[in-house]
């Protein structure tokens, strides 16, 4: 997230350390032209590859993503980050993905298929051990990625009632809540289309739309969320190509973000290292892909959006550097304004 230090605003960038990256990025961000220079880096935390702000701002929680994964706490300190104790063991392997929901740290443990609730205390700091723990279970048509659950996102709704887990694995969106005791529990399952291999969800800043942005076919799900009832029901899939994909035909989508007025969401693929822009009708529910551009390096891992909705910033992990663009507020098309080094970059967060 970027979050505001005085009148200066800070973005944090997590890396792969077992990849070359040097852990926890902290970044100052020039609030004209979006370039962010990095002021330091914390790392004390094994491939802290995503990150979540607290909704105060002050502590900054960050995935272990290994075979024994962990979630960590570290409080903002000025331009510093002190960690706030020692990283929790979240009971699941190689956590991908974190959110700050309903006072716990929820993460989706790609490795074990499962999510994990950490209650966080009054002062920003995890509780010694889990409140719960949700195993998936289900597996996919895909002969070597779907054997088995892949929980690969959490985030809560815009009402912040639900919590949405998307797997890989199972073809699949499950809808949870959280009990009194902080034990995730499953409302219901949402069947995607096999083999599509849903990876990461966005919302329409309405509230009512959903698109789920899958893996394994560069395809965008449109869904309807009512937040009343839980429900989330799939209307249709867009492109997020044009066309069959180059070459050896690799084209692994990773990440999907709206726009703040709604207009335009994004994505990014790995492998075509590409960005497409697609424009939003009034309902939301027919993206039509306007363009594609490069993502400035090669395999962006994440793609985000600053709060103003002016600039798009890669992290393309195999380039080890972060590139952000400047957005067309007419087009939605983002046009590269710069790189910054990054080594093993697989997020970048705003607030």
Known sequence: MIGRQ????????????????????TAAIDADTGAPTVLGAVGTLADPSYLALSADGGTLYAVSETSDGAVAAYRL??????QAG???????????????????????????????????????A??????????????????????RPHAHQVLGDPSGRWVLSV??????????????????????EVALRPGSGPRHLAFHPRGDR???????APTLTICAWDAVEGSLKPLGEAAVLPGPTDGDGEAFPS?????????????ATRGQDVISVLALDDAGTRPRLAATVPCGGHWPRDLAIDPSGR??????????????????PATGIPRRMGSVEAPAASCVIFG
């Open 6 to 25: 005085g009148d200066r605003q800070r973005a944090y960038i997590g890396s792969f350390t077992a990849a070359g990256g040097a852990g926890i990025l």
């Open 77 to 82: 300190s000025g331009d510093k980050l002190e």
């Open 86 to 124: 020692p990283p929790v063991p979240v009971g699941g392997a190689a956590p991908t993905h974190l959110a700050v929901h309903a006072g716990h740290v929820l993460t989706a443990n790609y490795g074990s298929g499962s999510v994990t609730a950490v209650p966080v205390r009054r002062d920003g």
């Open 126 to 147: 995890l509780a010694p051990a889990p409140s719960g723990v949700l195993a998936h279970t289900g597996s996919g048509p895909h002969p070597q990625r779907q054997q």
């Open 167 to 188: 797997d890989l694995g199972t073809d699949s969106v499950r809808v949870c809540e959280l009990t009194e005791a902080g034990e995730p529990v499953l409302h219901r």
């Open 210 to 216: 959903a698109y789920v942005l899958n893996e394994l």
């Open 255 to 267: 990440e999907v973000v709206v726009a703040p007025d709604g207009r335009f969401l994004w994505t």
């Open 311 to 328: 600039f798009l910033y890669a992290a393309n992990e195999r380039s080890g550097d972060v590139t952000w663009f400047a957005i067309d």
